[in-house]
């Protein structure tokens, strides 16, 4: 990623504090991404009876939705490296009574999940964090039956999403630029941006017939009707960009966020900055 703000993320790090974070911040992240996850759900066309596992199921909203959808008949593996997010996926799917959706606390570039091979695996930006993306995505494969389908929903570059921009923006002056060049491959939400190595990573692992089409829409900072100052408090408290602005710059950062946003605040509806996705569906080849 350019503009010297560095986005290297690897999944050993969802199983500690970011985990922890995300789960202290739930609603507001689930509230902010729900506009993208509502359409990336329509698109999968899930069906009665199908078995299906979702990879970095986080708080597991989006296996308790599929569960729904999958119903009668179906049943939902939510897979996730966050013991603190597992566990309270558990307890979000008992209060919901959603007996056909269970939940795994494992690595999913290496953990044999029982009850596949499946029908159908999903991810909601969770499968851009493996330290060797081939080798992770190698191990998604067995976890699909021949001709199984896979959905994943990516980020496209921060480029082509507003809400990055407007943040990245306001948070440059008080951002140290990496010592080092960022490697475009790295693990982190950005780094199937480069379409052509997301292709390359899928047929390494035995995917075909990938398509790719690029989702708009208008995503709430800091969760449905938070103010400038807010969404400005959830990006330094909540967001790994905030996470790198030193402590005796977080005040002029905050009043930076909070001027950036009051244009885009919408009365009623929050800080409202455009998001883009890549939505990606391919089929598991017979081995």
């Known amino acids: 990623m350019s503009d010297g703000v560095e986005t290297e993320i690897r999944a050993e790090e969802w199983s500690g504090e970011m985990g922890r974070n995300w789960l202290a911040n739930l609603q507001r992240?689930?509230?902010?991404?729900?506009?993208?996850?509502?359409?990336?759900?329509?698109?999968?066309?899930?069906?009665?009876?199908?078995?299906?596992?979702?990879?970095?199921?986080?708080?597991?909203g989006t296996s308790i939705a599929i569960g729904r959808a999958v119903s009668p008949g179906g049943h939902v593996t939510g897979l996730d490296i966050s013991q603190?997010?597992?566990?309270?996926?558990?307890?979000?799917?008992?209060?919901?009574?959603?007996?056909?959706?269970?939940?795994v606390c494992a690595d999913a570039a290496t953990v044999t999940v029982t009850g596949g091979p499946f029908d159908r695996l999903f991810s909601r930006f969770g499968s851009m964090f493996f330290a060797d993306a081939k080798a992770g995505f190698r191990n998604l494969r067995r976890m699909v039956r021949d001709g199984g389908r896979i959905d994943l929903a990516v980020w496209a570059g921060p480029q082509d999403n507003p809400w990055m921009q407007v943040m990245m923006g306001a948070l440059q002056p008080y951002v140290?630029?990496?010592?080092?060049?960022?490697?475009?491959?790295?693990?982190?939400?950005?780094?199937?941006?480069?379409?052509?190595?997301?292709?390359?990573?899928?047929?390494?692992?035995?995917?075909?017939?990938?398509?790719?089409?690029?989702?708009?829409?208008?995503?709430?900072?800091?969760?449905?009707?938070?103010?400038?100052?807010?969404?400005?408090?959830?990006?330094?408290?909540?967001?790994?960009?905030?996470?790198?602005?030193?402590?005796?710059?977080?005040?002029?950062?905050?009043?930076?966020?909070?001027?950036?946003?009051?244009?885009?605040?919408?009365?009623?509806?929050?800080?409202?900055?455009?998001?883009?996705?890549?939505?990606?569906?391919?089929?598991?080849?017979?081995?």
């Open 176 to 287: 140290a630029p990496p010592e080092t060049p960022a490697d475009p491959r790295a693990p982190g939400p950005f780094v199937f941006a480069d379409t052509d190595y997301l292709k390359e990573v899928l047929h390494d692992a035995g995917f075909r017939d990938v398509h790719v089409d690029a989702c708009m829409r208008d995503m709430p900072i800091g969760g449905a009707g938070a103010g400038p100052e807010e969404a400005a408090d959830f990006v330094l408290s909540a967001m790994h960009l905030g996470g790198q602005i030193p402590e005796d710059q977080r005040a002029a950062a905050h009043e930076a966020l909070t001027a950036a946003f009051a244009p885009h605040h919408v009365a009623g509806k929050g800080v409202l900055l455009p998001g883009q996705a890549l939505f990606v569906r391919a089929t598991a080849a017979a081995s």
């Open 84 to 103: 603190d997010l597992i566990w309270a996926c558990g307890a979000r799917a008992s209060q919901g009574t959603q007996s056909d959706v269970r939940f």
């Open 29 to 60: 992240f689930e509230s902010m991404i729900a506009p993208l996850g509502a359409a990336f759900i329509t698109q999968a066309e899930f069906r009665p009876g199908e078995r299906v596992i979702d990879v970095g199921c986080g708080g597991g």
